[in-house]
Structure formats: C-alpha cells, structure tokens
C-alpha cells in the first residue's frame, strides 16, 4: 500500500492515476475526500489534514512507501509529521522538494526545503528527495487572463527555463516508490526544452487556437498581482526571487534524470499544452 499526499495536487493526482495504471494499492491524504470520489472505490481514502498529525498517522498505518509534499507547511509541523508516521512504522518517504534547495541560501523556498529535507534526514526514515525546477501547470496562473482579456502578463522576459510537467515528476516518484534499488537520494528534475513565456504562450495560442497577446510587466508587478490573487505577502516575495532569476537568465538549468529514470524524454510543452488546454478554456465557449 502506498500513501499520496496532495493527492488533489498537479503532481499527486498524477501520481495516484500511474500507480493505479499499474495495479498497486493507493490510499489517498485530503482534507476533502469529494475531490477524490472520481477514483470512486480504487482508492482508499485517509481524510486528514496536516494541521493535525493524528490524522496522518493513522493514514500511515501498513504503508510501504509514502509520497510526502508540504502543503505550505511550516518546519515545526513537518517535524510532528514525520513523529506521526513514525508511530506506525518506518515506511520509505519520496519528498516533494524544489530544485531551488539545489542552490542552498539563494533562494527562500530554497531554504524551506532544504529545512524539511534536513527535518527527513535527521528522522532516520530511508528517503528520496524529487529536486523539480518550475511546472509547467504553473502556466494555469495565466488561464484568467487568457480567457478573459487573451492575454498574458509576463513577468520573467526573455528569460529561459526548461519547466517540466508534473506528470513526469510523478513518473519519477512512482518509479521510486515502487522499485527505488539504485536510484540516487536526490534526484534533481527538469522538462528538455529551454523555453521563454514567449515561446510558452505562442505554443498555448496553438494548442487553442486563439490569439494570445504577451505583455511584459516588472517582477514588483508580478507580486502585487499575486498579492491581489491572495497569496500571503511573503509568499509572493519568495516566488519572485525565482522569476527574477529566470529574467536575469539564470534559470536555465537542464538534467536528463527524466529519462534516466523513466526511460523515455520529458514531456514538452506543446505536449502538456494540449493534454490541458481545457483548462485555459472559457467552459461555455467553443473555440
Ligand atoms: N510549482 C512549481 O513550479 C514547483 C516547482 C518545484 C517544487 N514545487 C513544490 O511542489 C509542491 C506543490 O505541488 P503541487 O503543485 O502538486 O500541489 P498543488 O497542486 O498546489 O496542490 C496542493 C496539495 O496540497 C494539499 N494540501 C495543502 N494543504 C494541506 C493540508 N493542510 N493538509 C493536507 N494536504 C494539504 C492539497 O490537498 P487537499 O486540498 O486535497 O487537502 C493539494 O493536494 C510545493 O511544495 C512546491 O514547493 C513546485
């Protein structure tokens, strides 16, 4: 049995699709089972909330493996978790980290991971750490604007990034759960292709087949849209650092541990463009 945290997430519920795919057992950790009720009875659902560590002990219980993501979480209460899990067993954690924690002290969310990576460490529990750079699902940020005005604010420039999707970081985290012999602690990953949000939206454009206009706006911008959207002030601050680095053009790192891994490229942008452009959609509209 394998326990999914974020199982409502980009990447959880990516991860609770391949497994089942492959006929493993899957419980799944939410604060709402509704969202979980179109996996009807091939899941088994833990409700919990990480706010309370109870909750995930008892989600823990007779698990193998568990795919472990933050939520937002706070150092302290990753450290109660861990204790939770603890309680029932020793199972093995693949931690949702961030390749930010690859530069150590640059970044804020950097340094957020890092913490909770160290806080796994130190439990003695056996882990893998997933290192991804930025998702392309983060491209739903812009869906919007794009309906509502065909737009794009574009905060990172000309920069480069080879964003990856998150089905492929769930590949890599289902191959660990399930057969992780071999396969480094941590695992730093990337999409192929370098790509600016230009290059991005006129791939979106495409795949709806409608015009997308890219705007450029400064990053002090990007925070007071995040700010408005509800994002804690903090936060936004911390997001900005990275799409600062990419405008700068220091986001272009690129590793081939998809394919190492999983044996086939990364998923391209025009790729997932296509498998979500549903989302970019007005749900009344015909284009
Ligand atoms: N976006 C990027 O570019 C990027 C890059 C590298 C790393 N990351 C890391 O990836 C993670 C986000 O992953 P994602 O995009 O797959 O997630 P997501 O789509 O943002 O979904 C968030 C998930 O967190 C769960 N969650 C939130 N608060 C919770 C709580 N209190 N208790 C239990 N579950 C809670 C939600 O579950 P329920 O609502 O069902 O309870 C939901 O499944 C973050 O740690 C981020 O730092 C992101």
Not at 15 to 21: G, H, M, R, W
Not at 237 to 251: H, P, T, W, Y
Request: hydrophobic share 45%; aromatic share 6%; charged share 20%.
């Amino acid at each position: 049995m394998f326990l999914i945290t974020g199982a409502t997430g980009n990447v959880g519920s990516q991860i609770v699709d391949q497994l089942l795919a492959v006929g493993k057992s899957v419980r799944v950790f939410t604060r709402d089972p509704a969202k979980v009720s179109h996996w009807e009875n091939r899941i088994e659902v833990a409700p919990g909330d990480f706010a309370n560590p109870e909750s995930l002990r008892r989600a823990s219980a007779g698990v193998e493996a568990i795919f472990l993501m933050n939520g937002g979480l706070a150092i302290g209460a990753l450290s109660q978790l861990l204790a939770a899990i603890m309680a029932e067993g020793r199972p093995r954690i693949v931690f949702l980290s961030s390749l930010l924690a690859s530069e150590p002290g640059r970044f804020q969310i950097g340094r957020a991971h890092i913490e909770e990576e160290d806080a796994i460490r130190t439990s003695g529990l056996s882990a893998h750490f997933l290192r991804p750079g930025g998702f392309m699902s983060n491209a739903y940020q812009w869906a919007g604007s794009i309906k509502a005005q065909g737009v794009v604010y574009n905060a990172m420039g000309t920069g480069k990034s080879a964003s990856i999707a998150p089905e492929d970081v769930a590949a890599v985290a289902a191959k660990i759960l399930t057969s992780p012999d071999g396969l480094d602690p941590i695992l730093e990953l990337t999409g192929a292709e370098l790509l600016t949000v230009p290059d991005q939206v006129e791939i979106l454009s495409h795949a709806l087949s409608k015009t997308i206009q890219c705007i450029d706006v400064p990053v002090e911008a990007a925070i007071e849209g995040m700010i408005g959207n509800g994002m804690p002030a903090r936060f936004a601050s911390a997001v900005a650092e990275s799409l600062k680095a990419i405008r700068d053009g220091q986001g272009e790192q690129r590793t081939d541990t998809v394919e190492r891994i999983i044996g086939r490229s990364p998923t391209t942008f025009e790729v997932w463009a296509g498998k979500h452009r549903s989302q970019f959609r007005n749900s009344h509209s015909s284009e």
